[in-house]
């Protein structure tokens, strides 16, 4: 599966300037969707990612909170009209995850500048990330020490 066309559609980014980024858990997902309507392209990608302290992180049980509970140091949100070489309208595991592998690539260029913009390490992102594909996934990324 390859990109046939990929381009931005919106991005934010949100920083809490009073906090480290020292030893951070980030946590990486993912929305695919069909687009809306009347919109010229097939389908969109969301990716949104959240950056909070490790200690927290690992404090956090499943009965207790939730990611979003949890204050981000830096969290952002890329919003991609997107068409892939295979039109098939599948939306199995392993198709939605050959489209976020697809799409990473660019999408990880694009956040790499916003990582830059906000003064965040750009190494906080991964290369290649491994993700078990859904509609909305979400995965925990290594450590930064």
Do not use: C
């Not at 919109?39 to 956090?60: D, F, L, Q």
């Not at 919003?79 to 309208?89: I, K, L, M, P, T």
């Amino acid at each position: 599966m390859q990109v046939q066309h990929i381009m931005l559609i919106s991005q934010h980014a949100e920083k809490d300037l009073e906090r480290s980024a020292d030893n951070v858990t980030m946590w990486i997902g993912f929305e695919y969707e069909p687009a809306q309507d009347d919109k010229p392209w097939p389908s969109e990608i969301v990716y949104v990612i959240h950056i909070v302290p490790s200690e927290e992180a690992a404090s956090m049980t499943e009965d207790d909170y939730t990611k979003e509970d949890i204050p981000s140091i830096f969290s952002v949100s890329v919003r991609y009209a997107v068409s892939f070489s295979s039109d098939d309208e599948q939306t199995d595991e392993k198709a939605l995850g050959a489209e976020v592998a697809a799409s990473w690539p660019y999408v990880r260029a694009d956040l790499v500048n916003l990582f830059r913009l906000h003064g965040m390490s750009a190494m906080l992102l991964p290369a290649t990330p491994s993700m078990h594909a859904s509609f909305n996934q979400e995965e925990n990324a290594a450590d930064n020490n």
